[in-house]
């Protein structure tokens, strides 16, 4: 379990990813992905919304729907989970 | 209206066999596929015995991608759906999406992901259940991912009807194709040997509870004493016959007829459903008793329903007026994976001019059936009939016929 106050990371979300829904073929997780689309690397709405849940659970937050449906990249996301700590350390 | 369809393309995961030709091999081979349960411990409930599709890794068939959102039975689909499609020489990306439907059948849907799901939900908290928890254990998942997978957008569905559904889905598909879509992929294969789907079967209670996997499932036998479940069945390509014709291809054999009946209500002393389901199968092949080569029979090795069983295919063909074989008594019932898998078979027969047996039985004379038991009876197939029951009363009959 992660301290609330803890950083959230891109290594997180590739491993979060991974367990929540694969990769898809011919998608390397491990490259630069922080500004590719998630719809163009293989994640749909409901792949998004298992990776919601589980850090959620992992980080002890509650994030909006919203946060999801705005959050288009792993960049957007990892930002947007940033600032939740963030304000639950503050 | 009534266009031909025919059987283009086959994909087999039983538990004496992945594949086609692994499945064969095994079923003339009179090798079974029973024996204790390995997926839990079945050691705390009264059946301890079932069919098991062997040696199926999923990561060697599927992307990465699929494995958290599918249960066994749905991977088995969509690498049988795959195998079917290749055999078929279909490559789903190069057809037009509309012209391709899927309609499978279901009998539990995916229960052990669901089983795994529900005791997150229990043990931790809804906040823990997969998201994916919302189809990967519905009835229609199969039928889902085979079009996702393959990018067919035609009309689709899942039929439901315990065992019988294996060949109400196929009557579907034909349907659909009649309708106007070149090309339905069709068939069933049900997994549920999770402990969830162990208690639902067993509270249906017609499971053997004997130990001997030899012993253990013997339809037609004086010591009948209930079946063994198992695991897998069959993916067919199903296809206009215009449409296969012209693009060259191969045919394993045409669906001929079909009919389906429901039994009466209990205790209405009406005469049960089956034969009347066999009588509309072949009126609706438009063929006579005397053209049927070899019955695959339901065997539900439970006494009262082999007599109902044996009496209704003796009404129409007459005492021991045609081969019959039940090659489940190497597999176990397979729920809705049953009957395609036998029409796979009867494909194959047809194929090989030979009817593979049924194995550990030994028929009792009363039935009056010519049951082939122990090995396989060379026979110029050209005509095969197809039954499945499922609980409740559900009766279908397909007749399958050779090609040409």
Not at chain 1, 58 to 83: K, M, Q
Not at chain 2, 303 to 324: K, L, M, S
């Amino acid at each position: 379990m992660h301290m609330s106050g803890s950083v959230f990371t891109l290594d997180d979300l590739r491993r979060i990813l991974l367990e929540s829904a694969g990769a898809e073929e011919g998608t390397d997780l491990g490259d630069d992905i922080l500004d590719k689309k998630f719809g163009d690397l293989g994640y749909e709405s409901l792949a998004l919304l298992e990776t919601g849940g589980r850090i959620e659970r992992g980080w002890n937050i509650t994030l909006d729907d919203s946060v999801l449906d705005d959050s288009t990249t792993p960049r957007a996301l990892i930002e947007a989970v940033n600032a939740h700590l963030a304000a639950q350390a503050a | 209206m009534t266009a031909t369809v025919l059987v283009t393309g086959l994909g087999v995961a039983a538990p004496n066999g992945l594949g086609t030709q692994d499945y064969w091999e095994a079923v003339c081979g009179g090798k079974s596929g029973i024996g204790r349960i390995t997926r839990f411990d079945p050691a705390p409930y009264p059946s301890r015995l079932a069919g098991e599709v062997p040696g199926f890794v999923a990561e060697d068939h599927l992307p990465g991608r699929l494995l958290p959102q599918t249960d066994r039975m749905t991977r088995l689909a969509l690498a049988a759906a795959d195998w079917a499609l290749a055999d078929a020489g279909i490559r789903p990306q190069e057809q037009p999406a509309f012209d391709m439907g899927v309609v499978t059948a279901s009998s539990s849907g995916g229960f052990e992901f669901g089983q795994n799901e529900l005791r997150k939900l229990w043990a931790q908290g809804s906040r823990y259940v997969s998201a994916y928890q919302s189809f990967a254990w519905f009835y229609a998942v199969n039928s889902g991912q085979i079009s996702i997978r393959n990018g067919m957008k035609g009309p689709s569905g899942v039929v439901v009807s315990d065992q019988a559904g294996g060949l109400d889905a196929v009557a579907q598909a034909r349907r659909q194709i009649r309708k106007g879509t070149p090309l339905v992929v069709s068939g069933a294969i049900d997994a549920s040997l999770c402990p969830w789907g162990w208690v639902a079967q067993l509270a249906g209670g017609r499971l053997s509870r004997s130990e001997e996997p030899a012993r253990a499932y013997l339809p037609f036998d004086a010591e009948a004493a209930g079946h063994v479940p198992g695991e897998g069945g069959a993916i067919l390509v199903l296809e206009d016959a215009a449409a296969a014709r012209e693009r060259g291809a191969k045919a394993y054999g045409r669906v001929a007829g079909y009919g389906a009946t429901m039994d009466p209500k209990p205790g209405s002393g009406r005469a049960p459903g089956l034969g009347k389901a066999i009588e509309l199968a072949l009126a609706d092949a438009g063929m006579s008793p005397s053209e049927v080569d070899v019955v695959f029979a339901d065997a539900a090795a439970v006494p009262e329903h082999d007599q109902t069983e044996a009496a209704a295919i003796n009404t129409v063909f007459g005492f021991r007026g045609v081969p019959v074989t039940a090659p489940k008594t190497m597999t176990g019932r397979l729920s809705s994976g049953a009957a395609p898998l036998d029409l796979a078979s009867a494909f194959l027969a047809i194929g090989n001019g030979l009817i593979p047996p049924t194995i550990n039985v030994e028929p009792m004379t009363a039935y009056g059936l010519d049951l082939v038991t122990d090995r396989p009876r060379a026979v110029d197939v050209r005509t095969a009939l197809v039954l499945a029951r499922g609980h409740g009363g559900f009766n279908s009959a397909m007749v399958v016929t050779a090609a040409d």
